[in-house]
Structure formats: C-alpha cells, structure tokens
C-alpha cells in the first residue's frame, strides 16, 4: 500500500519561499518518477518539476530558476525548494509517483498511479 505524505506548505509573502516535503512508504521498486503538479480551483492539474530514477530533473518553464527539486532516498522523501515566490504560485500543491523511472513526464499526470493528498500554498 503507497503513501505519500506532503507536509510544509503555507501562507507567505511574494518574494519569499518555501520548502515542501513527501513523504513516501510502500514503494518496493527502485528509483521511481517522482514529481510536484499543482492545481487551482477551476484549472487543471499542472506539473511543476519530475525527477527520474537518475536524478534528471525537469522543470515547468514557469518555474525558471526558483524552484529546486531533491530526493533523499535514505529518508523516502521527496523536495521542493521554492524561492522567490509570486502570486501566480498560489496553489494546491501534490506529490506524486509512477511505476517507471524514466520518461518522467510533466504533462501527462496519467502516468503517476500514487498521489499525495496536497498541500496548500498561499503566496500575498
């Protein structure tokens, strides 16, 4: 049974930032595509960063440099580094794994079978 457990969102002010953490338990495969998507009420689902089994990230192109994607695999966690935060990152923001490791996509969120239940950040 997987879990993903997000923790670390919040409210805070433009310019500022923020670190988010996932939690992960039950993956028995190695290296999976982990990743950060975010949605808006009224909008779908959008990927922020993947990261595959290698450790390659990509990035959405809005992210720019603020963001940094990390995983630890001794804790089962994944990391989302944001600085520089503006309105527009305003959002709910999900953890989420597939059963690959690599072709880790942003746009397809069909291709991730495990979801964290989000975490709410409010930028002012």
């Known amino acids: 049974h997987v879990q993903l457990v997000e923790s670390g969102g919040g409210s805070v002010q433009a310019e500022g930032s923020l670190r988010l953490s996932c939690e992960s338990s039950?993956?028995?495969?190695?290296?999976?595509?982990m990743g950060w998507f975010r949605q808006v009420p009224g909008k779908e689902r959008q990927g922020v960063a993947v990261i595959n089994r290698d450790v390659i990230k990509t990035y959405a192109y809005f992210v720019g440099t603020r963001f940094n994607i990390t995983k630890d695999n001794a804790k089962n966690t994944l990391y989302l580094q944001m600085n520089n935060l503006n309105t527009e990152d305003t959002a709910m923001y999900y953890c989420?794994?597939?059963?690959?490791?690599?072709?880790?996509?942003?746009?397809?969120?069909?291709?991730?079978?495990?979801w964290g239940q989000g975490t709410q950040v409010t930028v002012s």
């Open positions: 989420a794994a597939a059963t690959t490791s690599y072709g880790c996509s942003l746009a397809l969120t069909s291709r991730y079978a495990y």
């Open positions: 039950g993956i028995t495969y190695r290296g999976p595509c």
